[in-house]
């Protein structure tokens, strides 16, 4: 579609979006293949569906037309849905990178804290991001069987709300749980000075203060998870084309891996872009990390994620949602 729309890009567009070019729609077309209505976004995509008129000449070249040349309007309009899904694509990246730095650096502020569970157990700090996955297990019952069917009398959308709106939900709990993260961590190093333990060894002189203080920006990510990633897998699925519909859940794990990715370079940004104005080369420089300046770090993250929130909403208050197929009119012979 899209080098059709390039070749094609000196044609003017027609008067009536019915001149662009489909095959005729009857029962046996509609049984193999997908119809979608025209729509007014992407209009320089529609040049794809714009027949030449050499193509007059020759109609029996009409039959199979390349389809490096001329789109079925179907074609065109599932290409218009595959761009606008983009923008929804790259705003749920930077949640991937706050629960990357997040699985990261929790665990380093755990091996410092107080890991204990009575008087003979301990919580290795490496198994904390099995912290979230317990909650949902208790939250997506309560979600799915109290919540849904509530939000579902006052909207009238069989799943409680739009698969736009659980997204942005998460997006805004992802922000708050940066915050929650910002501020444990400052209790634990107002915890550490006043016990002057700033260069005690982790994991042989813990810190008196419970590791379970983490769970609280764990508890909040993990509801997050539950409306974003399920959220955007039920919108990828029903938005994409249906010779995608398959492979759509790649979208999300493709999201979550740019995210991870990104969260490396971001360190490293964060590091050379406050070398000069800390002691340590950096806020998250050296191995100690209670001179360290997560805290902070973790506020960026938290403004960041607030500032991708913002350019969510207004890209998802463009979007429009997949037309749905026109009927197809059956006409009885007898």
């Known amino acids: 579609v899209y080098i059709a729309a390039i070749r094609n890009r000196k044609l003017p567009h027609p008067a009536d979006s019915e001149e662009l070019y489909e095959i005729e729609q009857d029962k046996e077309a509609a049984m193999e293949l997908e119809f979608l209505p025209h729509r007014d976004i992407f209009r320089f995509l529609d040049k794809a569906a714009i027949e030449r008129k050499s193509d007059d000449a020759q109609p029996e070249k009409q039959q199979n037309p390349s389809p490096w040349k001329l789109c079925r309007v179907t074609q065109v309009e599932n290409a218009k849905i595959i761009l606008s899904m983009i923008p929804i694509f790259c705003c749920t990246v930077i949640m991937t990178l706050c629960l990357a730095q997040l699985q990261t650096f929790s665990v380093q502020q755990g091996f410092t804290m107080d890991t204990r569970i009575g008087k003979h157990f301990h919580i290795p700090p490496a198994s904390l991001p099995i912290i979230p996955v317990g909650f949902l297990i208790i939250i997506i019952p309560f979600y799915d069987r109290i919540c849904v069917p509530l939000l579902r009398k006052f909207t009238g959308i069989p799943t409680g709300v739009t698969h736009l709106q659980r997204i942005g939900v998460g997006l805004v709990l992802s922000c708050i749980s940066m915050a929650i993260a910002a501020i444990v961590e400052v209790k634990r190093k107002n915890v550490a000075r006043d016990n002057n333990m700033l260069d005690a060894i982790p994991g042989e002189q813990p810190l008196p203060l419970s590791i379970f203080w983490l769970s609280f920006q764990y508890f909040v990510f993990g509801i997050a998870d539950m409306f974003t990633y399920v959220g955007l897998l039920e919108f990828f699925y029903s938005q994409a084309p249906k010779g995608l519909k398959s492979t759509s859940t790649c979208f999300l794990w493709s999201s979550m891996a740019i995210g991870y990715f990104l969260s490396s370079i971001m360190v490293q940004i964060v590091n050379r872009a406050t070398k000069n104005h800390t002691a340590s080369g950096g806020w998250l420089a050296g191995n100690n ?46």
């Open 289 to 334: 990390i209670n001179r360290n300046h997560l805290n902070l770090f973790y506020l960026l993250l938290s403004l960041l994620s607030l500032i991708n929130f913002c350019g969510y909403l207004v890209v998802s208050k463009r979007y429009k949602y997949r037309p749905q197929a026109p009927a197809v009119k059956v006409v009885d012979s007898q």
